[in-house]
């Protein structure tokens, strides 16, 4: 069915739509939080906006109130007199028609006019030149005829219905006191509807007379507004005012702390000269102090550190040299003793070969130990020579083929057929590779090794698999540490020194290449020595991966989406594998 | 210690400042300081108040209803919804406002309530005295004094479904008391042009027009104003004047600034062809002579844009003195046949040229408008004319046996009555045209024994017998000239004369009328007959002249000159002895 297709997909899209929107939002969310909590200037400026804004909008909300107050009140105080002397004159004109009325017996006299037209010209000032009022007044009397007038524009209908119904109420209860009302009115003939405060009141004077008075308050409501405009504007200037005010004394106290915080950056980095600048007396002066004291004493503790360990190095270095001449003579004893063993009797004869065998140990211990003391020294120096590697490992191969038969572990070549040339010190290398197959042959449970070589454009590489107990997690750094070994308690069955990887690694090193360990509990290890094709060239990566193709096709399968894991350790864990 | 001491002097600094900077004082106190000028208010509008119609009670008597019936008529033009409540649904049917607007004074009176039982009608009279009249054209027309102002107009009034009385009959047309239209009414002055703008020579002086305009409640009443402007003169000036508004010229708007008032106009004007000084005088005499957009510049927009492409109309706040009129107050008098100059030492100098030679033969003098020609009627018959220079020679301008005393026209023509013929007849000396006949038809028959065209050359002012003055205005231009328009200005009777008349302005006309009592000088507004008695002097009055404001007028007994102070109300006598009749350039 088509249409559901159809639904269907956009509902997904829409869908991915609102997921891509969130994943959005929550990062950018994600970014201001992380940008809010690093940055100390940015909280002290925000909080200030916020408070600032509270405060001025508490203080513009006040403001604007007393001012309405004010105006309004005093407006509709001089309305309401206004008002009332009008209202007054109007009741006194009534009572006049009244008199006249009364007196105008003799037909034939002119009729003087209307009170009421007159009162009204007074009020509004017709008869002058003058401007015409600001308010308009409406006097009603619904029950003579011709006794109501209006000014102006104003008529019966724009009188608020609420306020003439409290007046015609009022009156029924005979109270006379005026009401107002305020609410907008379009007179007949404007535009628009204008703000009017329309106060009423009752006159009785010969009949009920209502009469309106209509202020119109447009002119105070402008008034009101721009007073109200000026408040925002003023309170929005002075919340960026206080803000940027903010800023500055925030940055005035942050900068000097960022200086701090880079320059301890630095110290753990390594740099030990690192040092504050210390400008005045200021709390932050003192802090640049107090910062600059704990660096030198950290510099000197180093310091005194490294020569210790220097002394140590020196130390190790001169008693291998110093037990090097009593060896050699004890070797030539010891060799002349296992050359007359079968002379001997059985146990002085087992004896001489015990000694044979720990005094080659002990000489190639001897040996290590010198070899690394030149390293730590410095004093190690490449040989190179352009080689191919698989010849190489061919010779490494030959070398161990004797302990890997005592072991019955045979070895799986993977050689390329092309050469895989490099420029390396053949003997480091050899070492290298002895050492790794040795340490494979020996972990290797008399399971197979499989020995690969890759090449790139800019690198060879040689991977010794074992199928052995493995290593544990974080052990594939620890394999290079001197004198490490996994289970303390297992003993060395082919008498390794315990620094045959930690000069492997320094070898690998001094070529500028990686040696590096992965392994897996029950999966067996392997170790990956990568060297550049040009000596001193940097690595970008290995022609071989470090876990197994085979684990890796494993992963794959199980679907763990895992890519191709980061280098396990030392070397070259900040490159990635191609 | 001592730091806690500088900052508090320096706090103590800071609100120093602080407080000089504020002045101490809520409102800044100082000065003096030069203060705007600025206008304050509406330029625009009058202040105004109306009658509030409302609708009949049911408990009303017929008096009461006839009262209301009054009131709404008074509010019908503000608010017509009211007065139909009065009436029945036949009276709604017949009835209408339209027509001329009857005007009683307020003394009116209700008549005996006459009930009609087999008609179920009763009729309330309303009888007063009818003063006046509006009619359509707005114009103002007084009932003269020989009619009989008495009306009584029979109101019919029936009871209603409920009881309540309704009006069954009345007459067509509104009925206002005088204090309806003091209230509801202004007199106003609009001014048009003493001629069209095509004519030559241009015109130069402004007509004024008098009527009566409504306020209207829903706009302003310079915007009423300017309307009815557009809409031409009244009846008395059709055809005399100019208009710069043509037909159809509409009011937008009109707003009011401080310093301007805009209007901005609509329809069919052709900024090109409009004659802008014209526009102009009748746009600013029209609104300041009415006390509105005093002081203040007028911009006029056309359809809300600039009236010319060029640029702004606009009207500077004070009109060119020269559209009023503001001849030199030269007095002349004749004496003994001889037209005088009255000095400034007070003292009369006969004029150069024969007219300043004593001469038996000739009267009633007139003086053209520019000094330079005087006219006078012979006593052999005929109008002639002398120029007033040594060289000039008195010429017959205008034969006839029995002609009325010469008036000249501004445009240097001299007009008389052909009272043998009963004919005008105008001459045109200057340029040396001969006698010619100007149809009058409204004079035809007429005993028409003074003939004064005014200064302004529209209106024109003939006495009738000794008791009625009529004002015509001259219409249509050069060939097709003819007076027109004649309406009554006033009448007298019982015995009364009119003894003289004079134009003072464009507006109005003082008669000097002889009755039992003694003499009475009226200054008439010719527009709308409002008139103005003059305070008389013991002595008797023979011959007017006027000019604006300053009136003079000879005594009968001593024949000399006296000249009324409109500020004390006065005649004072002028030093001049043995005058004829006192002279003004034109009128």
């Known amino acids: 069915m088509p249409p559901t297709k159809t639904r269907r997909t956009r509902r997904r899209t829409l869908r991915q739509i609102l997921g891509g929107i969130r994943r959005r939002a929550r990062r950018a969310a994600g970014r201001a939080r992380r940008l809010w909590r690093r940055s100390l200037q940015l909280q002290v400026v925000t909080s200030t906006l916020v408070i600032s804004l509270i405060v001025v ?21 001089s309305a309401a007199s206004e008002a009332a002397a009008d209202r007054l004159q109007i009741a006194d004109a009534l009572t006049r028609r009244e008199d006249d009325q009364a007196k105008s017996s003799d037909p034939g006299k002119s009729v003087p ?10 009020i509004i000032g017709t008869g002058r030149d003058g401007w015409k009022k600001r308010y308009e007044v409406l006097i009603l009397n619904v029950d003579e005829p011709g006794r109501s007038r209006a000014s102006g524009n104003v008529n019966q209908q724009n009188i608020p219905e609420a306020l003439q119904q409290m007046l015609r109420r009022q009156a029924e209860k005979f109270i006379d006191r005026p009401q107002r009302y305020t609410e907008p009115i379009r007179l007949p003939g404007e535009s628009q509807h204008r703000q009017t405060l329309v106060i009423g009141a009752i006159i009785h004077v010969n009949g009920s007379y209502e009469v309106y008075h209509f202020f119109p308050f447009d002119e105070e409501e402008q008034m009101l507004s721009n007073v109200r405009l000026a408040i925002v504007v003023v309170g929005f200037g002075l919340v960026l005012l206080l803000a940027a005010i903010a800023y500055l004394v925030a940055r005035q106290v942050v900068t000097p702390v960022r200086l701090a915080r880079q320059a301890a950056e630095r110290l753990a980095a390594g740099k030990l000269d690192e040092r504050l600048k210390v400008r005045g007396e200021d709390d932050l002066a003192r802090l640049a102090t107090s910062f600059n004291e704990m660096a030198a004493n950290l510099a000197l503790k180093i310091h005194q550190l490294e020569e210790l360990s220097q002394v140590q190095r020196q130390f190790v270095s001169d008693v291998s040299h110093e037990l090097r001449t009593p060896l050699t003579t004890v070797r030539m004893a010891a060799d002349l003793l296992y050359d007359a063993r079968e002379d001997f009797e059985p146990m002085a004869s087992r004896s001489a070969e015990l000694m044979q065998a720990q005094l080659e140990r002990f000489e190639s211990m001897l040996a290590d130990l010198l070899e690394i003391s030149r390293y730590d020294a410095g004093a190690a120096d490449l040989d190179l020579d352009s080689v191919d590697i698989r010849d190489v490992v061919l010779r490494a191969i030959a070398d161990s083929e004797a302990l890997a038969e005592r072991h019955s572990t045979r070895f799986e070549l993977r050689l390329p057929n092309e050469p895989c040339m490099a420029e390396v010190d053949n003997r480091r290398v050899e070492r290298i590779l002895r050492n790794l197959l040795f340490n494979a042959i020996e972990h290797g449970e008399g399971r197979d090794v499989v020995v690969t070589v890759g090449a790139d454009r800019d690198a060879v590489a040689v991977a010794v698999r074992d199928h052995g107990i493995g290593l544990k997690p974080g052990e594939d750094t620890l394999v290079f540490d001197r004198f490490w070994r996994a289970d303390p308690s297992r003993a060395r069955t082919i008498g390794g020194t315990g620094l045959g990887l930690a000069i492997s690694r320094e070898d690998a090193g001094l070529h500028g290449g990686w040696l590096q360990a992965w392994g897996q509990p029950g999966e067996g290890s392997q170790f990956r020595l990568t060297l550049p094709r040009k000596a001193g060239t940097d690595l970008k990566g290995s022609p071989l991966s470090l876990v197994p193709p085979e684990i890796e096709m494993r992963r794959t399968w199980r679907g763990q989406m895992t890519p191709v894991l980061l280098p396990a350790t030392g070397d070259g864990g900040g490159h990635d594998e191609d | 210690m001592t730091r806690i001491r500088r900052l508090g002097g320096a706090a103590a600094f800071a609100f120093t400042m602080l407080l000089a900077g504020t002045g101490c004082a809520v409102i800044p106190v100082g000065g003096p300081f ?8 509406d330029s625009v509008t009058v202040p105004f108040q109306r009658m509030l119609a409302v609708a009949p009670q049911p408990d009303w008597g017929p008096q009461q209803v006839v009262e209301g019936l009054l009131a709404a008529m008074a509010a019908y033009d503000d608010d017509p919804s009211v007065l139909p409540k009065y009436l029945t649904e036949e009276a709604r049917r017949v009835w209408k406002p339209d027509g001329a607007i ?34 359509e054209d707005d114009t103002y027309v007084p009932v003269g004094s020989s009619g009989d102002p008495k009306i009584n107009r029979p109101i019919t009034l029936v009871k209603d479904a409920n009881g309540a009385f309704k009006v069954n009959g009345l007459q067509q047309g509104l009925l206002l008391t005088d204090a309806d239209v003091r209230r509801a009414y202004r007199p106003t002055n609009l001014y048009y042009l003493n001629g069209s703008s095509g004519a030559d020579p241009q015109p130069d002086r402004l007509v004024v027009d008098r009527l009566r305009l409504r306020v209207d409640p829903d706009k302003s009443f310079a915007q009423t104003i300017v309307e009815r402007l557009a809409e031409g003169p009244t009846s008395g000036l059709q055809g005399a004047v100019g208009n710069e508004f043509p037909e159809g010229a509409r009011v937008r708007w009109i707003r009011s600034s401080e310093d301007r008032v805009v ?9 090109l062809d409009t004659y802008t000084q014209g526009l102009q005088a009748q746009l600013r005499a029209s609104l300041s002579s009415n006390n509105l957009a005093n002081g203040r510049t007028l911009e006029v927009l056309l359809d809300g844009e600039q009236f010319f492409s060029s640029g702004p109309l606009t009207v500077p706040a004070n009109l060119p003195e020269s559209w009023l009129g503001s001849e030199d107050k030269q007095v002349f008098y004749s004496s003994g046949g001889a037209v005088f100059v009255l000095g400034s030492d007070g003292e009369g100098h006969p004029v150069t040229g024969p007219a300043g030679q004593p001469s038996q033969g ?4 007139a003086v053209s408008k520019d000094r330079d020609r005087i006219a006078a009627r012979s006593a052999a018959g005929g109008i002639w004319v002398t120029r007033h220079s040594p060289d000039g020679r008195w010429q017959e301008s205008i034969p006839g046996a029995d002609l009325t005393d010469p008036s000249w026209h501004r445009d240097g023509s001299l ?38 065209m005014a200064r302004n050359g529209v209106r024109v002012a003939v006495e009738i017998g000794d008791n009625r003055v009529q004002v015509g205005a001259l219409t249509g231009g050069g060939g097709n000239a003819m007076l027109s328009n004649f309406e009554t200005l006033t009448t007298v009777s019982g015995g009364d004369e009119i003894v003289d008349i004079a134009w003072s ?32 002097t013991s002595k008797r009055l023979e011959r007017l002249a006027a000019l604006g404001d300053a009136i003079l007028a000879t005594t009968e007994d001593s024949n000399e000159i006296l000249e009324y102070s409109r500020d004390k109300q006065t005649w004072t006598p002028k030093p001049a002895t043995a005058v004829d009749q006192p002279i003004f350039a034109l009128g």
């Open chain 2, 505 to 536: 302005d464009g507006g109005h006309l003082l008669v000097l009328v002889q009755t039992k009592a003694g003499q009475v000088v009226k200054e008439i507004n010719v527009g709308d007959g409002e008139t103005t008695q003059l305070p008389t």
């Open chain 1, 57 to 77: 909008v508490v203080l513009g909300i006040f403001l604007s109130d007393q001012i309405n107050n004010s105006v309004i009140e005093r407006r509709q105080q």
């Open chain 2, 415 to 452: 007009w008389t009555f052909d009272r043998q013929n009963g004919e005008v007849i105008r001459s045109h000396p200057v340029v040396g045209r001969g006698p010619e006949r100007v149809a009058a038809p409204a004079l035809q028959g007429l005993n028409v024994t003074s003939l004064r």
């Open chain 2, 102 to 135: 009857t005007v009683i004074d307020n003394s009116f009176r209700f008549g005996e309530l006459v009930e009609n039982k087999e008609k179920n009608e009763t009729v309330l009279s309303i009888q007063g005295n009818k003063i006046a009249q509006i009619n």
């Open chain 2, 34 to 41: 030069p203060v705007d000028d600025a206008g304050s208010g």
């Open chain 1, 113 to 122: 006019p209307d009170p009421l037209d007159e009162v009204m010209d007074n």
């Open chain 2, 362 to 365: 000739y009267t009633g003098f």
């Open chain 2, 263 to 271: 209007i901005n106009m609509g329809g069919p004007f052709n900024p």
